[in-house]
């Protein structure tokens, strides 16, 4: 396929940046988004040419780490599948792909398509963890009776990966679906429920303090996130948070 890439080009956090067209032929539909735009980059290397920064660890779906806006879409035209896991057979030849960073206030630019999201690391800081006590008497997770349906949507809330896709896809840069699955993760297993009070307290806000914005309940969020993190965990976080400051 030959193509033509638009891309985010930005020399740091303070340049305005802009779009740069670049050719590129011989894409193979079996190539990955990443693969691709590896060729680029050797290409511009081969070139003398600055490659295009881009985010990326794991390159199967599990890291989080990649995080591009394709043609509008975070993580592209795909449905549950992150942009490392997206496939140039969504594409068809003589395509022209519109390529830029995630765009949200909480997620500053560092460099071309590469973006700051340690503001999600910040919220998990708040809350994000259990206090478990190593000594020796840890008991056995196992020996601790879980309803099913409880230990069901607590896994599937811990399969959010804080790729940030939820925050880039929300018109109010909101990261309540991310914020969400993190407190329900906890909330609904035994473990979780010493700590939930100030959890969810201190997650949410730190979540404010970060600049994200609230949720109107649009699900665009749900939509794009490749994990298919559902929009009850909002209302879940939603109910600790009312139950926590009724507490408080
Ligand atoms: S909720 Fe989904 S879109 Fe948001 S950070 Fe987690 S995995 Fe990514
Ligand atoms: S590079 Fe790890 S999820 Fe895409």
């Given at each position: 396929?030959?193509?033509?890439?638009?891309?985010?080009?930005?020399?740091?956090?303070?340049?305005?940046?802009?779009?740069?067209?670049?050719?590129?032929?011989?894409?193979?539909?079996?190539?990955?988004?990443?693969?691709?735009?590896?060729?680029?980059?050797?290409?511009?290397?081969?070139?003398?040419?600055?490659?295009?920064e881009f985010d990326h660890d794991c390159r199967e779906g599990i890291c989080g780490m990649c995080s591009l806006y394709i043609n509008g879409e975070a993580h592209g035209p795909d449905r549950g599948v992150t942009t490392c896991q997206?496939?140039?057979?969504?594409?068809?030849?003589?395509?022209?792909?519109?390529?830029?960073?995630?765009?949200?206030?909480?997620?500053?630019?560092i460099k071309d398509l590469v973006v700051d999201r340690s503001a999600f690391d910040r919220i998990q800081h708040a809350g994000g963890f259990i206090s478990v006590n190593t000594s020796g008497n840890t008991i056995d997770a196992n020996a601790i009776p879980v309803n099913k349906h409880d230990a069901d949507d607590a896994f599937s809330a811990a399969t959010c990966i804080g790729c940030g896709a939820c925050v880039a896809s929300c018109k109010n840069s909101s990261a309540m679906l991310f914020v969400g699955a993190k407190v329900s993760q906890f909330a609904l297993l035994p473990q979780g429920k010493i700590?939930?009070?100030d959890r969810v307290l201190n997650m949410v806000k730190q979540m404010d303090e970060e600049g994200f914005?609230?949720?109107?309940?649009?699900?665009?969020?749900?939509?794009?996130?490749?994990?298919?993190?559902?929009?009850?965990?909002?209302?879940?976080?939603?109910?600790?948070?009312?139950?926590?400051?009724?507490?408080?």
């Amino acid at each position: 396929m030959n193509l033509t890439l638009k891309i985010w080009r930005q020399k740091n956090a303070n340049d305005k940046g802009k779009l740069v067209n670049y050719p590129i032929s011989d894409v193979s539909p079996d190539m990955s988004f990443l693969e691709m735009l590896d060729v680029l980059n050797e290409g511009l290397i081969n070139k003398g040419d600055e490659p295009v920064e881009f985010d990326h660890d794991c390159r199967e779906g599990i890291c989080g780490m990649c995080s591009l806006y394709i043609n509008g879409e975070a993580h592209g035209p795909d449905r549950g599948v992150t942009t490392c896991q997206l496939h140039m057979r969504m594409f068809k030849d003589g395509d022209t792909i519109v390529i830029e960073p995630f765009r949200a206030t909480a997620f500053p630019v560092i460099k071309d398509l590469v973006v700051d999201r340690s503001a999600f690391d910040r919220i998990q800081h708040a809350g994000g963890f259990i206090s478990v006590n190593t000594s020796g008497n840890t008991i056995d997770a196992n020996a601790i009776p879980v309803n099913k349906h409880d230990a069901d949507d607590a896994f599937s809330a811990a399969t959010c990966i804080g790729c940030g896709a939820c925050v880039a896809s929300c018109k109010n840069s909101s990261a309540m679906l991310f914020v969400g699955a993190k407190v329900s993760q906890f909330a609904l297993l035994p473990q979780g429920k010493i700590e939930a009070t100030d959890r969810v307290l201190n997650m949410v806000k730190q979540m404010d303090e970060e600049g994200f914005g609230n949720c109107t309940n649009t699900g665009a969020c749900e939509v794009e996130c490749p994990k298919g993190i559902s929009l009850e965990n909002i209302a879940r976080m939603n109910r600790e948070y009312l139950k926590a400051s009724l507490k408080g």
